[in-house]
């Protein structure tokens, strides 16, 4: 575990050796260090330069001869505290960036991904998951893109999509109505961080989108397989004024705790 945490201040393998292995043998010469150690002896002192410039050892004499040493617990402690500090201050600098940016109301051109397949869809819905405590709106043939993706997916999904306190308000088709009873993952209330509508009968859909922050997720059918993602202020506009007006003429889904409330205990 400590080799890897090295590598976060760029260590490469043979220098986190080196190192790894003086904290656990305290300070040695190059020679002794290239005996036990089996790294080169020439590149030992490369591999010494870079941990002394991290701060992680320090050269001594001893007896004439150059002995390296481990620093103490206390001063490694230091290296992590400031790089911390560091990643903190260029956090609030990146904060500081978007705020004036936004303020500045730059047009920025819309963004498009597209992808391909079930797995490409599947990555297209899982964008979403990037964000927490947000509240989203779905247009959404749940049958057919359960039968393009598979329950599983779903159920993973709706658990992550929960944990991160994700809201979502959905419209389904009649006709692609499923039943909470077996698609417990599918739950609406409170619990579920979700509300479902079922859309007036002549209202059909195929294709689905799901509108969160700045972007629209859009997934096709079964048939044709593929999923796009467009990031555009005007356009999650647009279209979450046709959701409302479709919001507002549905019929709200009853819920069916004593069935959903079960799924809703699998997550940790």
């Known amino acids: 575990m400590l080799d890897t945490t090295l590598e976060k201040l760029g260590l490469r393998d043979e220098e986190i050796k080196m190192f790894l292995f003086l904290l656990e043998h305290g300070g040695l010469t190059a020679g002794e260090l290239a005996k036990k150690t089996g790294l080169p002896r020439p590149s030992l002192y490369g591999f010494a330069r870079k941990l002394e410039d991290v701060g992680l050892i320090v ?4 007896n004439g001869v150059k002995t390296f040493i481990p620093v103490s617990q206390e001063a490694i402690q230091s290296i992590f505290d400031d790089r911390i500090k560091d990643l903190e201050r260029d956090k609030i600098k990146i904060k500081m960036m978007f705020t004036e940016l936004n303020a500045q109301a730059i047009q920025v051109a819309p963004k498009f991904q597209l992808f391909e397949g079930a797995e490409g869809v ?10 927490r405590d947000i509240e989203t709106k779905a247009y959404w043939p749940i049958k057919a893109t359960i039968g393009l993706l598979g329950e599983e997916f779903f159920r993973k999904l709706n658990a992550e999509r929960i944990k991160r306190h994700i809201y979502t308000r959905g419209i389904w088709p009649q006709s692609q109505r499923v039943d909470l009873k077996t698609h417990t993952y599918m739950g609406v209330g409170d619990g579920f961080f979700r509300e479902i509508r079922i859309a007036p009968e002549d209202i059909h859909f195929s294709m689905g989108y799901w509108i969160y922050e700045s972007k629209v997720a859009f997934v096709s059918s079964k048939k044709e397989s593929f999923g796009f993602i467009i990031e555009s202020r005007e356009f999650v506009e647009m279209l979450s004024s046709q959701f409302e007006v479709i919001w507002n003429v549905s019929k709200t889904l009853d819920p069916e705790p004593d069935h959903t409330n079960e799924f809703l205990k699998t997550i940790n």
């Open 59 to 62: 050269e001594s004499l001893k």
């Open 122 to 131: 599947k990555h297209v819905l899982r964008d979403m998951l990037l964000y």
